[in-house]
């Protein structure tokens, strides 16, 4: 099969031969599902494995310099005796104060969600402001800049002075310690948000109102998301100091009372616990961000 | 009859506290209805500056923009604007991104299953259906640039302006999504006013060539019409003696009589 060359003012073209070049057609291999599930349980195992390890040496260590006699803290296996009926039945409730591991848990849950949701409501609203208006911004950014640094439980007292109930007084305390950083955090992605974005939004004529929904909440979402991050940390650091003031239902107060009873494997089972749902708040907070950001970040 | 856009005596100076910097001095131009207009230029002789003007991104030191007569201030879908970056809301999906525009300007007079059926209209004259679903994440840059094509051409804009459109673009897509442009206006016939940097592509486009003069106080330079027929062929044009003509015009003046002086 000949093909002329194309001549065109003294270029010389080869036409590609159309040769028969053989088409290998790959079949797809299904990768045999005993494969697949062995890749699974290897990356599990490589997942589990070292903190299991790092946590099983850590007990024998922690057992080993506690068991000896005259030590003042309670070697892992004693934790466990004392608190056995603590940890099996955490629904008892025996009136009073006298609850559950669960009621002392859900009752400073509740006033932390109740805190920590005002905090987000009112923090994105002024973050919003202070990252929108410059004169907002000059005239509250100082006073938010002196106000974050005062410690969660130096408000505690005030609050005690204006609520006289220790209730509203731990949830102001919720709400006043995670306000900051979710203002200013709010501010910093309203600010940041792309001219580019802005300039859209004036073209199509947007008015305030949509502006704020479909632009500046969804651009500013990252940032406000970090925010309520941290936010949602301190407020459970909080919750705990300024629970051990008030009493009541709680679980800060559950620890207070166990140091002022003695029963250290108690106030050890409790940080236990505290600890699990810091971390599991923190992580809520986190994958909610991720599912309503999905997408925004990359442009 | 008055012109259908007219860019009447615009002065723009930007000042910084006592600095003053005088950008555009006295631009003076008029475009038609159905007109292609590009505006050409050395970077920072304030031809976006001037573009956003137009749109009203930018007010105007002194002048105005008249569009059928009207005095234009403010941005407005009337001037929908394809940026150089395209500017998509990446939380969107592309349908999403065509349909907020719109939403908008077709609030009252198109009902919701009208306004889809014109979203996706607008898509398919930039064939870009087959990804409606699809964030900007996910497309490359021509499809995200055609995009924004179609949100601009959906606002039914009375002037479609381009913002160096295809800068960020490689040659071959650059080249393709000239073509489609090309196609629209011819089909549509809307009246566009192009900024860009490229000689072949103001040529190519183009009924007329605004050439301006290196900044500060950028002006018009130059006025070239482009003596070729529509629908035009890229091929075709390569030999070309008009369009050969018109190049070597535009080069001459960008290269010879403004060349670009760089600050030392």
């Given amino acids: ?299 | 009859m008055s012109a259908y856009l007219k860019l009447d005596h615009i002065d723009k100076v930007f000042s910084r506290g006592a600095a003053s910097t005088e950008v555009l001095k006295d631009i003076t131009l008029t475009i038609d209805r159905g007109e292609f207009v590009s505006i050409i230029g050395h970077s920072g002789c304030g031809k976006s500056t001037l573009l956003n003007i137009v749109a009203g991104l930018t007010t105007a030191t002194m002048g105005g923009v008249l569009l059928e007569d009207h005095e234009v201030n403010s941005p407005g879908p009337d001037r929908a604007v394809v940026f150089q970056n395209h500017s998509l809301l990446p939380w969107l999906t592309v349908y999403q991104n065509v349909r907020l525009g719109v939403d908008k300007v077709f609030a009252k007079t198109k009902s919701r299953a009208e306004r889809d059926a014109w979203t996706l209209h607008n898509l398919s004259l930039v064939q870009m259906v087959h990804a409606k679903d699809k964030r900007p994440s996910e497309i490359s840059g021509g499809m995200k640039q055609r995009v924004g094509i179609a949100r601009a051409l959906a606002m039914e804009p009375k002037v479609l302006l381009l913002d160096e459109p295809f800068g960020a673009l490689d040659a071959l897509t650059r080249a393709h999504l000239q073509d489609s442009v090309m196609a629209l206006h011819h089909k549509l016939g809307n009246t566009i006013l192009m900024i860009t940097h490229d000689v072949d592509e103001a040529v190519l486009l183009s009924d007329r060539i605004v050439m301006m003069t290196n900044g500060p106080s950028a002006t018009i330079g130059e006025v070239l019409e482009v003596p070729l027929p529509h629908p035009r062929k890229r091929l075709e044009l390569a030999t070309n003696a008009a369009y050969l003509k018109c190049r070597q015009r535009v080069l001459e003046f960008l290269y010879e009589r403004h060349r670009f002086i760089e600050a030392a």
Wanted: charged letters at 15%.
């Fill in chain 1, 1 to 299: 099969m000949t093909m002329p060359a194309i001549r065109n003012d003294g270029v010389t073209i080869m036409p590609a031969a159309a040769a028969n070049a053989p088409v290998v057609a790959i079949t797809p291999r299904r990768r045999p599902w005993r494969d697949s599930y062995g890749r699974i349980a290897r990356d599990t195992a490589a997942r589990v494995i070292p903190p299991l390890i790092v946590i099983t040496l850590l007990m024998l260590f922690w057992e080993l310099v506690c068991r000896r006699t005259g030590s003042t803290l309670p070697p892992p296996s004693k934790v466990y005796n004392d608190t056995k009926e603590l940890i099996f039945d955490p629904f008892f409730d025996h009136g009073g104060i006298d609850k559950g591991l669960f009621w002392h848990l859900s009752a400073s849950l509740q006033r932390v969600a109740l805190g920590y949701s005002l905090a987000a409501v009112a923090g994105i609203g002024l973050g919003v402001l202070v990252g929108q208006s410059v004169w907002a911004m000059r005239g509250l950014d100082p006073l938010f800049q002196v106000l974050r640094t005062i410690p969660p439980l130096a408000w505690l007292p005030l609050a005690l002075a204006a609520f006289r109930d220790g209730q509203p007084s731990a949830i102001f305390v919720i709400f006043i310690t995670s306000i900051w950083p979710i203002i200013i955090n709010t501010a910093v992605g309203i600010r940041n948000i792309p001219q580019d974005y802005r300039n859209v939004a004036a073209v199509v004529q947007l008015n305030p109102l949509e502006f704020f929904w479909k632009i500046m909440l969804p651009s500013a979402a990252p940032y406000i998301f970090t925010g309520l991050r941290i936010g949602v940390g301190l407020s459970w650091l909080a919750i705990i100091a300024a629970e051990m003031l008030i009493g009541g239902v709680g679980i800060g107060f559950f620890i207070w009372d166990a140091w002022n009873s003695s029963h250290i494997s108690e106030i050890i089972l409790a940080l236990f616990y505290v600890g699990i749902i810091g971390f599991v708040l923190d992580r809520a907070i986190a994958g909610l961000g991720r599912l309503v950001t999905h997408g925004t970040s990359a442009s």
